[in-house]
């Protein structure tokens, strides 16, 4: 279980950047428009990978919709932690690898672009 999530990890490293911001837009001509500005960030948040990075992670005990119990019958849904835990005091729960929540849980550890779309994803719950 936790080396499949740690085999992940990386392939979801690869897809943040190969779908970052270049994949998105280029029309041809474009590249030259995308030249001149320079390149402020790699990535930007990206809820979908924040969903799958949940999925992966998290899914495998709290269910990602609705009010009822997840596949871990304590564990809470996502939408109802999300009302109780903001995205801000989840964040350093995340990068301590949420440990110190539940010991049950597998070490977790995100890039910081992985963190920035989970939390994206965790604020549209
Ligand atoms: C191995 C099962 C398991 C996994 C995987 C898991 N959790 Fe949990 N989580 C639980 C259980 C069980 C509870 C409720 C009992 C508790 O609070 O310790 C819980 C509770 C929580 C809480 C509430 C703690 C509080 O302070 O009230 C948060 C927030 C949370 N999980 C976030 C996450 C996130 C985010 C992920 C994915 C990155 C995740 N969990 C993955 C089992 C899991």
Do not use: K, Y
Request: proline share 14%; glycine share 6%; with cysteine.
């Amino acid at each position: 279980m936790t080396s499949l999530a740690r085999r992940t990890l990386p392939l979801l490293v690869l897809a943040s950047v190969a779908c970052g911001p270049a994949a998105e837009t280029s029309p041809p001509g474009a590249s030259a428009a995308n030249a001149s500005e320079p390149e402020t960030e790699a990535w930007e948040p990206d809820p979908t990978l924040g969903r799958q990075i949940a999925l992966d992670l998290c899914g495998r005990c709290h269910a990602l919709e609705g009010e009822g119990p997840g596949p871990h019958p304590a564990a809470p849904p996502l939408p109802v932690l999300a009302r109780r835990v903001s995205a801000e005091a989840l964040l350093p729960r995340l990068e301590e690898g949420i440990r110190a929540v539940h010991p049950d849980m597998p070490e977790i550890r995100l890039a910081p672009a992985e963190i920035d779309s989970f939390l994206a994803f965790w604020s549209s719950l």
